[in-house]
């Protein structure tokens, strides 16, 4: 089992719509979560981070967290072709060393117009 | 204007040479990481250094090496012995309230 599982995609939407992508984690001492965004040929930028239980809001984004089921989630409502992207889910273990992230393989998310 | 820089953007090595790239950063950041991303693919960690003078392997050190002389400066060298180089180079500071890593433009290493 891989530490950080997403769906690999891709994930098609209508422009309009709110787009959902999903990241479970092995470690269940996992502490902090991170979503990145990543366009084609360029690095990752970070679009937020989530440390507690429930949901953060940022603009037309929201992370959501569940420890319990070690599941943490992106929605982006209403979705713009600019949207378009890989998005990469990041977990850190509490026993992670040097603030170490592990991610995974990334959700190639299109947003049709 | 602050951040991160990684130069050269593209690096065509042939196969036995040894190859550097940089990564410097004006950010004040202790923490810095070198990662690789091959396509499809997320990314691994290569190396990376909390503070000056100190580094540790990541999960993917085998052919690689690093120096951590400056607090701006963390180059990565790709040596000979690595066996599949061509990539993507990416190199990211760690920094901000949640600790979050932030990263550069990359370097993309192809080998002829």
């Known amino acids: 089992q891989k530490e950080v599982e997403q769906n690999s995609g891709p994930l098609s939407v209508p422009e309009g719509a709110i787009a959902s992508l999903n990241c479970t984690y092995s470690?269940?001492?996992?502490?902090?979560f991170f979503w990145y965004r990543q366009y084609s040929g360029k690095s990752p930028e970070l679009i937020m981070f989530?440390?507690?239980?429930g949901d953060k809001e940022d603009g037309r984004f929201t992370a959501q967290l569940n420890k319990a089921s070690q599941y943490v989630s992106l929605l982006i409502r209403d979705s713009q072709p600019s949207d378009s992207a890989t998005y990469l889910c990041?977990?850190?273990?509490?026993?992670?060393?040097?603030?170490?992230?592990?991610f995974g393989q990334g959700t190639e998310l299109s947003v049709k117009p | 204007d602050g951040g991160i820089t990684q130069s050269p953007k593209y690096l065509f090595r042939k196969e036995g040479q040894n190859v550097t790239l940089s990564c410097e950063q004006n950010?004040?950041?202790?923490?810095m990481y070198w990662y690789r991303q091959d396509p499809g693919q997320g990314l691994r960690l290569i190396y990376y250094?909390?503070?000056?003078?100190?580094?540790q392997k990541g999960d993917i050190a085998e052919g690689y090496s690093v120096s951590r002389e400056k607090k701006e400066s963390f180059p990565l060298t790709v040596t000979s012995a690595q066996k599949n180089p061509t990539a993507f180079y990416l190199c990211?500071?760690?920094?901000?309230?949640?600790?979050?890593?932030?990263f550069g433009p990359g370097t993309r290493l192809t080998v002829l």
């Open positions: 950010l004040n950041h202790d923490a």
């Open positions: 989530i440390y507690s239980n």
């Open positions: 990041a977990v850190r273990g509490i026993y992670n060393q040097g603030g170490k992230l592990i």
């Open positions: 470690d269940r001492g996992s502490q902090s």
């Open positions: 990211a500071t760690r920094g901000g309230p949640g600790n979050e890593q932030f």
């Open positions: 250094s909390q503070i000056v003078n100190d580094f």
